[in-house]
């Protein structure tokens, strides 16, 4: 019997790959977007959240990311940013997230006038807030902020040098994000390689929209420690008349190298990465051994969280709690805190967390 998700609130869960401009509540959305005058394709929350999923199941990752317009829109302000920062905190730590790194891309937030460092300040101290709150409730989270660099502008250098200036005050990270397909990781490897000098940690968005070209470079011209989706890794995967898989060069160099796949399968049937979930690569991935991670994405448009995702895997692939604790454990080993914090995490919160519910 599949797991529920209700079942799977309960257990402790880690998140690697989350966008924060795509996980606001449709109800702060509205109130924001009042304050701003930005006009919405609908008023209700429920209506609202109705229409990012709907208008993101397109099938394409470049009309996917249209919908961005509307939460990008009513984070323009200080306040704004930190009570979406604080709120995605609480929200995650509510579905049973005990660790998250949260990215977001701060050039898209300065078009009314906030400064880089302004707009990467005030999402830290919205983690700080919203993790607070949460503890005193009980739900402990801790946070890390990933800064991005959009993939088709000119600003990953100076976003990566702005990484390194906060890597003391919560940011954890790097990435580059947005279409794929025409925008190769290699146009930003002056940034990778200033990351790698600063002994630096990222992650790339690579096999999501574009294939195996995107991975390769992502990993060995970049030096990406992490793998955004990396689900295309799966076209160099033949599955013989025998039904015996044979791994290319590079699918062997991922696996062998425990290069972590943030795998996030609702966003992939959205965008058309993925036919469904229960064919997304992710199963073959993990029956090979693959370091696979299990996240979200962008909750909003998918209308999702890390346990919904955990459902829809439980239901396909018939996955339980065993599985469940190996994915959590991939996921904290290969976070961009310190070995000694994963560990402590690991040891401390998932072990006795998957102890209790596997009995
Ligand atoms: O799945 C994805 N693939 C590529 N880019 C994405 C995805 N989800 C969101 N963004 C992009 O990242 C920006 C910062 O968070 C978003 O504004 C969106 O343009
Ligand atoms: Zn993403």
Redesign the pocket.
């Known amino acids: 019997m599949a797991l529920t998700i209700e079942e799977i609130r309960t257990a402790p869960k880690v998140l690697l790959h989350d966008?924060?401009?795509?996980g606001l509540r449709p109800s702060t959305i509205i109130e924001l977007a009042a304050e701003a005058g930005h006009e919405l394709p609908a008023t209700e929350p429920e209506a609202l959240g109705a229409w990012f999923a709907a208008a993101a199941d397109s099938g394409s990752?470049e009309r996917?990311?249209e919908t961005?317009a509307h939460t990008?829109a009513v984070m323009q302000t200080e306040s704004a940013i930190r009570r979406v920062a604080a709120e995605c905190a609480i929200d995650l730590a509510d579905d049973g997230v005990v660790y998250a790194e949260v990215?977001?891309?701060p050039e898209?937030l300065t078009e009314r006038g906030l400064s880089l460092e302004q707009v990467t300040e005030a999402m830290l101290a919205g983690f700080g807030e919203g993790s607070a709150e949460a503890a005193g409730r009980g739900r402990p989270i801790r946070m890390g902020l990933l800064l991005?660099a959009?993939r088709h502008a000119a600003m990953s250098m100076e976003i990566a040098e702005l990484a390194v200036r906060y890597r003391d005050e919560g940011v954890v990270g790097f990435d580059i994000?947005?279409?794929?397909a025409g925008y190769p990781p290699t146009r930003h490897l002056d940034a990778f390689e200033y990351l790698q000098r600063e002994n630096a940690h990222f992650t790339i968005?690579a096999g999501?929209?574009f294939g195996l070209p995107s991975i390769w470079q992502a990993l060995q011209w970049c030096g990406a420690d992490r793998l955004?989706?990396g689900v295309r890794i799966i076209d160099d995967i033949v599955v013989g008349a025998d039904g015996v898989p044979h791994l290319g060069r590079l699918a062997h160099y991922v696996r062998d190298k425990r290069i972590p796949l943030e795998m996030?399968p609702s966003?992939n049937v959205q965008?058309g990465a993925a036919e469904s979930v229960a064919s997304h690569p992710l199963g073959l991935l993990t029956r090979l051994g693959f370091r696979v991670t299990v996240n979200t994405?962008?909750r909003l448009m998918s209308g999702t969280s890390v346990s919904k995702e955990f459902a829809l895997l439980s239901e396909a692939f018939g996955y339980g709690w065993e599985e469940l604790r190996w994915f959590t454990v991939n996921a904290m080993k290969s976070a961009f805190v310190h070995h000694d914090e994963r560990l402590a995490i690991i040891n401390d919160v998932i072990k006795p967390g998957y102890a209790k519910l596997i009995g």
């Open positions: 966008h924060l401009d795509g990752l996917y990311l961005f990008v990215r977001m891309a898209l991005v959009m994000a947005g279409a794929e968005h999501e929209a955004g989706h996030c966003s965008t994405d962008n």
